[in-house]
């Protein structure tokens, strides 16, 4: 059998971060409390992500079906190669992420440097007072990443397997699970879906952020994982709307919990509709609900309990990771969705983004307390 791999297929960025009691109002100059530079992008965080929350070591045994309990893990998980498909410019940035990429044990050898361009580039301005953070992007070599770039290496990788179900013509092997993000262009994304429904390869798709023209609707039929943010799913379900729908679902700013559970629905019947199997809704401090038309359950998960929020950049791009993790070494999505917002919780209680991201051993493993 072939390690799996999970192929991460996205942006690459310098961070420029900084820290501030407040945001400056317009026309204002306000001292910050500090500065500093890091790796990030959605596309690098969760292919960390990935890496730190997946280890080599032997498999686990699923309880026997029908089942109610949680399975319980073995010493440790089943191995898997985390592989990285993007662009940075010939610049220094791109240098430092390649070896960040690297340094977390994420194969970077999909991550191609584009002469004569610069690195992708995000100022993030953290809040001090609240965690929350404001992002501005600059693509740069992002941008360069197109379907006649990717020449289908993100198709196979380097593992070697007597499986020739799971080989590609190129000789590698197919991924377990492809994830993708929207900080690359939409046309290679879109490629990708289609692509991978054609190969059989299951897709994790983590609209962020949000196109303002919206996504074709036959782009959903056939998605596994949809894992999107309340923003994302009004601005998506406002332009991806069946023609048998009379209006897309309305968002509720009310915190009244009958209205958060009629909005809830109506997102994930409403993506189900379109064709997706599973549909995760981040929602903020408030917690993650979640639909999978695959066993059927559906539910709510109430967010980790944190005596002090630093920094909520990595929280999603960890949750994706975990989530990622855990359904490839084969969790049911309740478990998945568990043990990704624990990993999530844990991020924001520590600066930066790639940075504040968990290792395993801190977050416990799946299936267990949460």
Known sequence: MPTPTITIIGSLNTDLITRTPRLPLPGETLSATSFSTGCGGKGCNQAVACAR???????????????????????????????????????????????????????????????????????????????????????????????????????????????????????????????????????????????????????????????????????????????????????????????SSSSPPRHHHDTNNNDETAFTSAITTHFHALGVATVILTLGARGVFFSSTEGADSGFVPAEKIDEVVDTTAAGDTFVGAYAVAVTEGWGVREAVVWANRAAGMSVRREGAMEAIPWRGEVGEVGVGG
Request: proline content about 9%; aromatic content about 2%; glycine content about 10%.
């Open 53 to 243: 929350l997946s280890s080599s070591s032997s498999s686990r045994h699923p309880s026997p079906p029908g089942s109610s309990s949680v399975p319980a893990p073995s010493a440790s998980p089943p191995p898997m190669t985390i592989r990285m498909v993007g662009a940075v410019g010939d610049d220094e940035f791109g240098g430092t992420l390649l070896q960040g990429l690297q340094r977390n044990g994420v194969d970077a050898s999909g991550v191609s440097v584009v002469r004569g361009k610069r690195t992708g580039v995000a100022v993030i301005v953290v809040e001090e007072a609240t965690g929350e953070n404001r992002i501005l992007l600059s693509e740069g070599a992002n941008g360069c990443v197109t379907p006649a770039s990717l020449q289908q290496a993100w198709l196979s990788s380097s593992s070697s397997s007597s499986g020739s179900e799971d080989r590609e013509e190129e000789g590698g092997v197919k991924p377990a699970l492809v994830v993708l993000q929207l900080e690359i262009p939409l046309s290679t994304v879109v490629h990708v879906m289609q692509r991978a429904r054609h190969k059989g390869v299951p897709v994790l798709l983590n609209p962020a952020p949000a196109p303002v023209q919206g996504m074709p609707r036959e782009v959903y039929a056939g998605l596994e994982h949809l894992i999107l943010n309340e923003t994302e799913a009004r601005a998506l379900s406002s332009s991806s709307s069946p023609p």
